[in-house]
């Protein structure tokens, strides 16, 4: 993993803080924020981030009610906490600890899992569908986030994302910050 930067590590104490005060509609306006991340940088790490906190956000819209709800919680907590920790480290094993936290949540609950997992692949299909509305080629997207180009094409014609023209500019100080990255210019 190159060099982690700081709103990476911002986001996932956000992730946490907002699981931990189990608020769905802020964990679904943080995966937002993450496609945004994602879409300046295209790192794996932020779009596995937004999958995560939207992810978590319809696991607490729909499964505090559940009897293991509580073991879950708890043990998802540690493993963002331990995400933290590697990130702030610059640790290499940020990716194993990520799919970790996707296996976690998978694993919620054995009769929950084929929901989980459907979950997931929509979640990964909505959220390819947003990189899509932010400039992200369907091919970068598919090998991203491991989804097949026809699924994520299929869903885009089936909204109104494709026949939106695309108008969002960045602003100039965010694009001399993004250059300056890139050329390592301080």
């Known amino acids: 993993m190159q060099d982690v930067d700081n709103e990476l590590i911002t986001l996932t104490k956000k992730v946490y803080s907002f699981f931990s005060l189990k608020n769905p509609q802020k964990l679904r306006d943080l995966s937002t924020e993450a496609i945004n991340h994602a879409s300046l940088h295209q790192d794996n790490f932020s779009i596995f981030l937004s999958i995560i906190s939207y992810s978590l956000s319809k696991i607490l819209e729909k499964h505090q009610s559940e009897y ?22 610059n640790d290499n094993s940020i990716d194993l600890q990520t799919k ?24 990964a299909i909505k959220k390819g569908s947003k990189f899509y509305e932010y400039g992200i080629s369907i ?30 500019t960045i602003p100039i100080e965010k694009r001399i910050e993004i250059t300056k990255k890139v050329f390592n210019i301080k």
Not at 73 to 82: A, D, G, P, Q, T
Not at 100 to 123: A, G, P, Q, V
Not at 140 to 164: F, M, P, Q
């Open 100 to 123: 970790k936290i996707l296996t976690t949540i998978k694993s919620f609950d054995k009769r929950l899992n084929l929901y989980i997992e459907e979950m997931l692949s929509s979640s």
């Open 139 to 168: 091919g970068r997207i598919s090998e991203l986030l491991g989804i097949s180009k026809w699924d994520l094409l299929n869903y885009i014609g089936n909204t109104t994302i494709a026949d939106i023209s695309i108008n969002k």
């Open 68 to 89: 293991n709800f509580n073991e879950f919680y708890k043990k998802v907590k540690i493993e963002i906490k331990n995400t933290i920790s590697l990130l702030e480290k």
